[in-house]
């Protein structure tokens, strides 16, 4: 009798177990992909959202823009991170294979800092000065107000948000031969606070260890740094916007986890990393 | 006293000595530090040159990956499965290749791009594209291409690969053979502006058929035909609907013509229009068309596209003379032999004619998740908007058939010599019969594809061509019929019924 308890016993638990597991709500996960510029944010963002939402997962890696554009086409990501607006080319992609547009959500601004070592006596660089600059037409630092030597160039490979918007927005020609393309913003801030005769750009989020150039639009115009308020009030010549795309419009889990990031309490981690909120 | 005398004698004896010991093993020391530092510069020098070499050997690899970078490989490969249901198709099911496509891009600096693509069907290989373009690297707005490519409209520019069905629609691929033209285009895209406008300069002749009196086609190379260039033109403009989606609209127009390569024309209802001065001269190929794309995000993609084109296709006729002289009979009469002999010149032509017509297609298409799609086309095309159907096969143009006899006398008289009564006659046949190229056509394509990646999918589709009856003649038959013969039966279409033609379709697509 008590061997019979015993194996009812096993047998309930056994049951109880498999319909715990049965009934236990799914974990859901949600997969981030795309600008290395922003992984540091939506790596914070996915922090954040898990601990108050147990069930939902986000899954948070890099590549770059162009790389989070291609996995949100070929269906590799549920959520493309980029710091460049998508391209007409990447959008037909999108079109064709899935009938859709795609939807673009602005969720932070960001001010592209220029990267100088500590001891570089130069201040302020103009958009004419840094343009010379990255596509080599300027190759000391002379004359541009510095040292009697040559400038060591630091940027992102082409795979990257922002080294398409510098290049865009700043450098307008091609980059010079010599700039040394690395893997992330915060590899162009190490590798100028090591180079005295540096320079780089990147995300405002990661400029620590570095000095910040001002920019100024032109010869004319007063130099700003990139923060809060210059950003805010358009007077910082190089700012954009940092997106999320998404194939389709979001719903379930995915609308709450977005609809969280545009929210004051998601917003204000974008202070905390160092970007700008989009309100 | 003594004592420290000999102390201090000692002392003075003692130390120079030792110091004379410390400072040969110091100076010792500092050979061997001198030594090491001399072995450690020439270590140091060394690692550097060789880092030297090494840094010159990426230098060198990088410059050599930089230009591999620059060139641009992709394509794609569609195999397929199909099954025809049409009576007169023999094999009825088979096995092909239907594109296979390498498409070579190489840009050697910012703005210059070089673009190759063939086609390697087996038996069958051809040159698909094949042109220079041109960016502007300042406004990024403007692009000049030159060569062979796409004619700006819409289902031609919207790539085979990407399609949600398996072929184009009919009107397409009736005024636009092969897509591709050989000539000049200039692309204006504003970065920021969602407006395309597009100019084009053809030969005009690409892809068409042009048949001579004996069948055969005289433009197999799309050589120039003659020495008028067809002007294309699309504007397209799309509107964001929010994070709905966005509605695209546009419209294209095509200003051509083409040498009549006879000199009667005739108006699309076959009647006549006018007899040319030379063969030379022209027909019309002009048309407009409007398009529409509208992209609604409704659980997923949904997309509905469509076109309207309308206007006035030229087709070229054509002209050939030719003689022959036969001996007919041989008299003697009054020592006199008459030898007869009849020329016979005969002028084999068949009118251009300038028909007018006009088409169009509509697409609904529907995303399932990340990887089902389905799709429906419906699309009409009239190929002689003028010519009811009840009188295709009736309608015609028939020059009267001259047969002109000439008696021409060179010699008689009454000595035994050999004359000549030579006769001639001429022969012109010119007509033209409305027929199949009239018959309007409906058609109905059904497709679902499943996407295994972003590299592979497979699709399934069915295509339903529906022609629109023709009338029938008092024996009950049709007023167009064609016949045929598989294997050695011989088999009849009649028009005046519907005609089976549906085809199934099972394609892999392999796109790297």
């Known amino acids: 009798m008590k061997k019979m308890k015993l194996k009812f016993g096993i047998a309930a638990i056994v049951m109880l177990a498999i319909l715990g597991f049965a009934f236990m709500p ?19 963002w996915a922090e954040v959202y898990m601990k108050s939402h147990a069930e939902t997962v986000v899954q948070v890696t890099g590549g770059g823009s162009g790389t989070g554009i291609s996995a949100l086409i070929n269906g590799a990501t549920d959520i493309c991170n980029s710091s460049r607006p998508m391209k007409q080319t990447e959008m037909d992609k999108l079109k064709d294979r899935y009938a859709s547009l795609g939807v673009e959500i602005p969720c932070a601004k960001d001010g592209i800092t220029i990267f100088l070592h500590e001891s570089n006596p130069v201040k302020e660089l103009s958009l004419k000065q840094l343009s010379n600059i990255f596509s080599g037409k300027t190759r000391n630092w002379k004359e541009v107000g510095g040292p009697d030597e040559d400038i060591k160039l630091y940027g992102r490979e082409n795979s990257s948000g922002t080294y398409v918007f510098f290049k865009d927005q700043v450098v307008k020609a091609d980059y010079a031969a010599n700039c040394q393309t690395l893997p992330g913003t915060a590899a162009v801030v190490n590798a100028v606070s090591k180079d005295k005769l540096g320079i780089g750009y990147g995300g405002a989020a990661y400029a620590a260890g570095v000095k910040h150039c001002a920019v100024k639009k032109d010869d004319k115009s007063p130099a700003f740094v990139a923060n809060a308020e210059t950003v805010k009030k358009g007077q910082y010549p190089i700012t954009r916007y940092l997106y999320m795309y998404l194939k389709n419009r979001p719903t379930g889990e995915m609308k709450a986890y977005i609809d969280w990031i545009l929210s004051p309490e998601g917003q204000s981690l974008v202070t905390a990393v160092g970007y700008f909120p989009v309100k | 006293m003594k004592k420290i005398t000999h102390l201090l004698l000692t002392f003075g004896l003692i130390i120079p000595m030792l110091f004379v010991s410390t400072s040969s093993k110091a100076q010792k020391q500092v050979d061997e530090l001198k030594k090491e530092q ?3 510069k020439e270590n140091v020098t060394t690692l550097r040159d060789k880092i030297s070499g090494v840094e010159e050997r990426i230098a060198t690899a990088e410059g050599d990956l930089a230009k591999l970078t620059k060139i641009k490989l992709s394509g794609y490969i569609q195999a397929q499965y199909m099954h025809y249901e049409a009576s007169n198709a023999y094999p009825s099911n088979v096995f092909m290749l239907r594109r ?14 070089f673009v190759l693509q063939p086609d390697f069907l087996p038996g069958n290989i051809t040159l698909k594209d094949a042109y220079v373009q041109l960016n502007d690297r300042w406004l990024k707005t403007f692009s000049l291409f030159a060569g062979k490519f796409n004619r700006p409209n819409y289902e031609v520019e919207y790539s085979s690969s990407s399609r949600e069905v398996p072929e184009r629609s009919r009107v397409i691929r009736a005024i636009y053979p092969d897509e591709r033209a050989t000539g000049a285009k200039l692309e204006i895209a504003p970065p920021k502006i969602p407006l395309k406008v597009q100019l084009a300069l053809f030969n005009g002749n690409d892809g068409l058929t042009i048949l001579d009196a004996a069948g055969v086609n005289i433009n197999p190379l799309n050589n120039d035909f003659d020495n008028h260039k067809d002007f294309m033109g699309r504007v397209t403009y799309t509107f964001k609907l929010g994070q709905i989606g966005a509605l695209g609209i546009g419209a294209h127009g095509y200003y051509g013509k083409i040498k009549a ?16 001065d030379n063969i030379g001269q022209l027909v019309k190929k002009n048309w407009v068309g409007f398009e529409a794309q509208l992209y609604f995000d409704f659980l997923g993609g949904l997309a509905l596209k469509g076109e309207y084109i309308f206007g006035v296709n030229g087709t070229p006729g054509y002209t050939s003379k030719s003689s022959a002289v036969s001996p007919m009979t041989s008299v003697i009469k009054n020592d006199t032999l008459t030898l007869t002999t009849l020329t016979t010149i005969t002028t084999n032509s068949r009118p251009a004619i300038e028909k007018n017509f006009q088409g169009y297609y509509i697409y609904l298409i529907k995303n399932i998740g990340k990887r089902h799609q389905i799709a429906a086309r419906y699309d009409y095309y009239d190929p002689n908007s003028k010519v009811s ?16 006899t000439t008696d021409k006398f060179t010699y008689a008289g009454t000595d035994a010599v050999i004359a000549t009564n030579a006769q001639t006659k001429t022969v012109v046949v010119n007509n033209l019969k409305s027929g199949t190229s009239d018959i309007k056509y409906q058609t109905i394509t059904l497709a679902y594809t499943y996407y295994f990646d972003d590299n592979i999918k497979i699709m399934l589709g069915y295509e339903i061509p529906l022609n629109k009856k023709v009338g029938v003649n008092d024996k009950g038959v049709g007023n167009v019929t064609t016949a045929y013969a598989v294997n050695g039966e011989p088999g009849v279409y009649d028009y005046s019924n519907t005609i089976k033609q549906n085809t199934l379709t099972l394609r892999l697509q392999v796109k790297f």
């Open chain 1, 26 to 44: 799914a974990q859901k996960k949600i997969t981030v992909k795309g600008s290395d510029t922003m992984v540091i944010l939506a790596q914070k």
């Open chain 2, 100 to 113: 296979v496509r390498i498409k070579f891009q190489y840009e050697p600096i910012n703005g210059v791009v």
């Open chain 2, 38 to 40: 001399d072995t450690l």
């Open chain 2, 389 to 404: 159907s009840d009188q295709i096969g009736i309608a015609k143009w028939d020059a009267a058939v001259k047969t002109t």
């Open chain 2, 261 to 276: 390569n006879t000199l009667d024309v005739l108006n699309s209802d076959y009647t006549y229009n006018r007899t040319n």
